[in-house]
């Protein structure tokens, strides 16, 4: 019997080759993978402007938004327009930006202002900014301040949020320990308070520049006479689809450096976070 | 009479209450200027809350009694509770103004001397509780309240720090209540060792043990059996 068993033994002990098993999860990354879909678009619209498949009515080829591009460069349209937008939307995020600050720490740090504001703004929230257009029309007129105050009302909701979320979810052992340690209210506020709120701050930041341009792009399609929507839009009057791919690249590019800038603001404010996530 | 108008802590028939519950039950304590006691006690025992009360940090709770604390208390918790904004030196000075040469000289006393800017976070949990020692000792407190101040930390580094706690109680001569639930710990630190039960004090014991106290002395050992008798532990 055991001289039966010893070659199933034996073949029990040697080592069956390791089967190498087919990785499960989506395998490493690609190089310059981010660029390869936008680089096939580009390639696609040109190959079809190219043979005759895109409709040069629907859309203009890239090289004729490249020429026009350089043409409004050159006459100076696109330099002018872009400066009033930016003016626009600068303005009514800095007003913005004050407002919802203000508003949080008001509301952040006492119960009565919570219980007066924090309702209505909250209520604001719930009603989209563009569609208080047509009541700030009938109040402002059709000027700036009508354009610049819708833009302010979609930049504070976001930074009142954010930052009053920052202000009531401060940890309350640093509440005990400034206590302890016999902090001023003003000292509290300055070393506790606002530093804590600061990461919630920034994140409302990047919420309100998304939304100034936003608000941006609609208020400058509504009876403007200058601005990169207005040259959209009466681009579009013209059928000039070229001049409109140019508005869009420029709202794009817009849109991804004010992120940016946003971010490198947020890293350099929050030193000491950065610590934590490389350690 | 006069032992009693010279401590430092008095508590005298301290009562405090959650939802009815007496979590202090009539306790009196005194501890005497630079005598470090350590309080010991099960979970629930009340010595959290005795530890707040003498900190000014029960508000909202119901009670009575007399406490008479000084004017300078610290606090050492049981996280280090250093604010992550803030460099390790802004972090010992907090609240207090032009005390950057004291705070250095505190964080070299903790054996932190050229870590002053660097962010809590690049601390390890030992150095942190290191730092929260500095931020105390840096007061010159003539009581030091500590929350199981070593509980977070590894077997090793707790040695450690049972070493800098003495070392450093022996320069500034802070009067102590050092809550623990460690037996050894409290014995090894302090001059008198307390047990708190059902909110009242059940067992004390005088620690006369000569230093490098150590468990191996029998006199440790009696000590021990005695107190982990109160807790209740029987071996």
Redesign the interface.
């Known amino acids: 019997m055991s001289a039966t068993t010893l070659p199933g033994l034996r073949s029990r002990t040697t080592a069956a080759p390791v089967v190498r098993r087919r990785r499960l999860g989506p395998g490493k990354p690609i190089k310059f993978g981010a660029a390869i879909g936008p680089v096939l678009l580009l390639v696609i619209w040109s190959v079809g402007s190219a043979a005759g498949w895109i409709d040069q009515r629907n859309l203009s080829a890239p090289w004729t938004v490249v020429t026009t591009a350089g043409d409004l460069i050159a006459d100076g349209r696109l330099q002018s327009n872009l400066w009033t937008s930016a003016q626009r939307a600068l303005l009514g995020l800095a007003l913005g930006i004050v407002l919802g600050v203000v508003l949080a720490l008001i509301s952040g740090l006492s119960r009565l202002g919570e219980a007066v504001l924090d309702g209505p703004i909250q209520i604001k929230r719930a009603i989209p900014s563009l569609a208080l257009l047509p009541l700030l029309i009938l109040w402002l007129g059709i000027g700036e301040s009508m354009k610049v105050v819708t833009i302010l009302l979609g930049v504070f909701i976001p930074i009142y949020i954010h930052t009053h979320n920052g202000l009531r979810t401060i940890d309350s052992r640093y509440v005990e320990l400034a206590q302890t340690v016999g902090l001023s209210q003003w000292e509290f506020i300055r070393r506790v308070v606002l530093p804590g709120a600061l990461p919630g701050f920034l994140l409302g930041l990047r919420f309100a520049v998304t939304g100034a341009w936003l608000s941006l792009v609609v208020v400058e399609q509504i009876n403007s006479t200058s601005g990169i929507g207005y040259m959209m839009e009466l681009a579009r009057t013209y059928g000039q689809t070229d001049i409109i791919i140019v508005g869009l690249v420029v709202y794009g590019a817009l849109g991804l450096l004010s992120d940016a800038v946003v971010r490198l603001i947020q890293r350099r404010a929050l030193t000491w976070r950065r610590t934590l996530a490389a350690a | 009479m006069t032992v009693i108008t010279t401590a430092t802590v008095q508590v005298r028939d301290l009562v405090r209450r959650y939802d009815e519950r007496a979590v202090l039950d009539g306790l009196d304590l005194d501890i005497a200027p630079g005598e470090f006691v350590a309080l010991l006690g099960k979970s629930g025992s009340g010595k959290s809350t005795l530890l707040r009360a003498l900190?000014?940090?029960d508000y909202d709770v119901e009670g009575s009694g007399e406490l008479a604390v000084p004017q300078n208390?610290?606090?050492v918790?049981q996280?280090s509770?250093l604010?992550?904004?803030?460099r390790v030196l802004d972090n010992v000075v907090?609240?207090l103004s032009g005390a950057g040469d004291r705070g250095r000289k505190s964080l070299e006393e903790v054996g932190l001397a050229g870590r002053e800017q660097a962010?809590?976070?690049?601390l390890s949990g030992g150095e942190q509780q290191r730092v929260a020692l500095a931020?105390s000792l840096v007061?010159e407190p003539e009581l030091l309240l500590a929350d199981e101040p070593f509980g977070a930390l590894d077997a090793l580094t707790r040695l450690k720090m049972h070493v800098l706690l003495r070392k450093l109680c022996a320069t500034h001569q802070p009067a102590v209540l050092l809550v623990t639930h460690d037996v050894d710990e409290a014995i090894v630190l302090a001059d008198r060792v307390i047990v708190l039960d059902e909110g009242r004090i059940v067992a004390e014991e005088v620690v006369e043990l000569a230093a490098p106290r150590s468990s191996a002395d029998p006199g440790f050992a009696a000590i021990r059996s005695r107190l982990l008798d109160a807790l209740g532990v029987s071996l």
Do not use: I, Q
């Open positions: 900190a000014g940090l208390v610290s606090v918790f996280d509770r604010l992550p904004w803030a907090l609240g962010w809590p976070n690049e931020r007061r």
